[in-house]
């Protein structure tokens, strides 16, 4: 079931995306809850669409998961909506490195970020969204995802 969060629920996503990574542009957009704790987007342009006779499974774009610890774990879609327009807790890392974590490895990196949830960047390429702590990069990308594209 798709549920569009409203109000204390909506506030929290934003409220999580602006401390942790400094993005506040959601405005445009509705924020949906799927299963448990999967969250979507979806361009509130959308309410245009004709959808009568259509079957729908999904809506919008898969945008991250609400932990919980009530963290946020960006998708890879998700990382590279926001990395456009985040202005913290981004991991650039070197190609090795990159390579090494989206092949699911958890790599030894240095970096100028917060423990706890970043966007992995290599040079202008967001690679996704991992777990930092103590010098180690931990990786979400899905075994079915692990394919080195540069």
Request: net charge positive.
């Amino acid at each position: 079931m798709i549920k569009v969060l409203r109000g204390s629920e909506r506030k929290k996503i934003l409220k999580i995306l602006d401390e942790k990574f400094g993005f506040n542009d959601l405005k445009n957009f509705y924020i949906l809850k799927s299963g448990k704790n999967r969250i979507r987007i979806i361009s509130k342009d959308f309410e245009r669409v004709d959808l009568r006779g259509m079957r729908i499974k999904f809506l919008g774009l898969e945008f991250g998961i609400l932990t919980k610890d009530d963290e946020f774990r960006l998708t890879i879609e998700g990382s590279q909506f926001v990395g456009k327009g985040a202005k913290k807790n981004i991991l650039e890392v070197e190609r090795n490195v990159g390579k090494q974590w989206m092949s699911g490895r958890t790599p030894r990196v240095t970096g100028n970020v917060e423990n706890g949830f970043v966007i992995v960047k290599h040079e202008r390429h967001i690679l996704g969204c991992g777990r930092y702590a103590e010098g180690k990069l931990w990786s979400f990308v899905p075994k079915w995802r692990r394919v080195l594209i540069f």
